[in-house]
C-alpha cells in the first residue's frame, strides 16, 4: 500500500459529476475505509473547494478535493483483462453496433446470456474486455439485461460515471425501450396497455413468473398490433414501461397471445407449424435514451437471422414499423373494438366456467336416481 506523508488535491471529472464524497474515495482511493473517510470529513481535514463536507454530500465535475495524509494514491490501476480467444474477440466485435466516449451499444444475438450463472460460461460480460482499448481504460459495465434467447439493443456503459448516469436513466423509466415480437393468434384490441403485476412462480426455484393480482409487483407493458396474418399470428410492438423479470413473456402469454418460441410461457402452443424457427421471437428493436453528453443516443437493432426469416416468411414488411416509442394515452377504443373486447372478456368467462359445470354434470351423471315426489 502506498500512502503519502504529503496533503494532496484532487480535482473531480466529468464522470464523477453527482457522486458522494464517499463513493468518490472508494472509486478512487479504495484503500481508505469510510470510517477513515467519516473521521476526515468530521474534523475538517477533507476538504471540497476549502469547506467542510459530509460524506453523503455531492460532488461537481471541476471541484478540488482536498486530501490528508494517509491517503493512498489515486487508484487508477484496472483489473488484469481476460485473455480472450481470437474467436471471442471476434464474437465481441460482430455485436458491436455504436460506440460513444460513454457508452458501447450491442446487438445482442439470441442464445448469449447477458451474464454468467450456473453452468452459463459464455456470456456478454465475459466478453466486454475485448472493447478496452488502453491499459489504463476502465473496464466497460453492463448497466441493463436481457434474456438470453432475447436478442437486440443492449447498452453497456464505458466508464464508471456513464454507468451511473445510464442506471439512473433506466430506473427512473426515462429510458424508451421499443421491442418487436411475433405472437400467436391476434389481439382483438389492436393497441393498448397490459397492466398485470407479477411474482415469481412458487415451485419453479424462481426461474418463472407468473400474474399475481395480490401479491406481485406492479408491471405494466404498452403494445401495439403492426401487421397479422388471418388470426395465425400477429407482429407487435411492445414498450415496457416496468422492467420486471420477463415481463413482455408473461405478458403476451396472459393475453392468451404467447411469443412464438416462448415455450417456457405459452406450452405447446407457442409453436408455429411448418417451417417457422422454434426459437424464441422477441427483439430488442430500438433504444432511445438520454446521453451523458447531453445529447440524445437513438440506436436500432437489426433482426437475427430467424426473426427476418419467419417475417418474410409470414409476409410481414418490416417498413411498416419504425419501432417509434408509443404515446402515453393509448387512442380510444372504436365501438367495434369495444364490442369485441367485450365479446372476448365473455368467451374468457365462459372458458374459466366450463371445467367446474361439466365436472358437476359428471358427478351427477353418475349418482343414482331417487324415487320421483
Known amino acids: 500500500m502506498n500512502t503519502s506523508d504529503e496533503v494532496r488535491n484532487f480535482t473531480v471529472e466529468a464522470d464523477d459529476d ?100 450456473t453452468n452459463t460460461f459464455n456470456h456478454v460480460d465475459g466478453l466486454l474486455d475485448a472493447y478496452v482499448e488502453g491499459e489504463d481504460d476502465p473496464r466497460p459495465r453492463l448497466v441493463h439485461r436481457l434474456d438470453k434467447d432475447t436478442s437486440g439493443v443492449l447498452l453497456v456503459a464505458r466508464t464508471p460515471g456513464s454507468a451511473a448516469y445510464f442506471s439512473r436513466r433506466f430506473s427512473g423509466r426515462s429510458a424508451k425501450k421499443i421491442y418487436w415480437a411475433l405472437v400467436i393468434g391476434v389481439p382483438d384490441v389492436k393497441e393498448g ?13 424462481g426461474e418463472k413468473m407468473h400474474v399475481d393480482h395480490e401479491g406481485g409487483q406492479p408491471a405494466k407493458t404498452k403494445y401495439r398490433v403492426v401487421d397479422a396474418v388471418g388470426k395465425k399470428a400477429a407482429w407487435l410492438e411492445l414498450q415496457p414501461l416496468t422492467g420486471r423479470t420477463h ?15 416462448d415455450g417456457k410461457y405459452g406450452g ?43 417475417m418474410e416468411q409470414l409476409g410481414f414488411d418490416v417498413n411498416l414499423s419504425d419501432a417509434t416509442p408509443m404515446r402515453d394515452d393509448p387512442p380510444p377504443k372504436t365501438r367495434e373494438e369495444k364490442k369485441q373486447q367485450a365479446r372476448q372478456h ?23 336416481k331417487g324415487p320421483r315426489k
Open 247 to 261: 415481463q413482455l413473456r408473461v405478458h403476451c402469454a396472459a393475453m392468451d397471445h404467447p411469443i412464438v418460441g
Open 18 to 117: 453527482g457522486i458522494r464524497v464517499d463513493r468518490w474515495f472508494k472509486r478512487h482511493l479504495p484503500q481508505v475505509g469510510f470510517g477513515t473517510v467519516s473521521k476526515w470529513a468530521r474534523t475538517g481535514q477533507v476538504r471540497v473547494d476549502g469547506k467542510r463536507v459530509k460524506p453523503d454530500d455531492r460532488l461537481a465535475e471541476g471541484q478540488q478535493i482536498r486530501v490528508p495524509p494517509g491517503g493512498d494514491a489515486p487508484h487508477k490501476q484496472p483489473k488484469a483483462k481476460r485473455e480472450l480467444k481470437p474467436a471471442e474477440i471476434e464474437q465481441a466485435q460482430a455485436m458491436l453496433i455504436e460506440r460513444t466516449k460513454g457508452a458501447l451499444v450491442l446487438n445482442k444475438p439470441p442464445g448469449l446470456a447477458t451474464q454468467g450463472g
Open 193 to 205: 396497455v397490459i397492466e398485470a403485476p407479477l411474482a415469481k412462480q412458487p415451485g419453479s426455484g
Open 268 to 310: 405447446k402452443e407457442a409453436f408455429l407449424t411448418g417451417s417457422i424457427s422454434r426459437k424464441m421471437h422477441l427483439h430488442a428493436r430500438r433504444l432511445i435514451i438520454d446521453s451523458p453528453d447531453g445529447g440524445k443516443l437513438d440506436v436500432t437493432a437489426d433482426l437475427p437471422e430467424h426473426f427476418a426469416a419467419s
Open 346 to 368: 365473455a368467451k374468457n368467462f365462459r372458458k374459466s366456467q366450463r371445467s367446474p359445470r361439466r365436472a358437476r354434470g359428471a358427478m351427477a351423471k353418475g349418482k343414482p
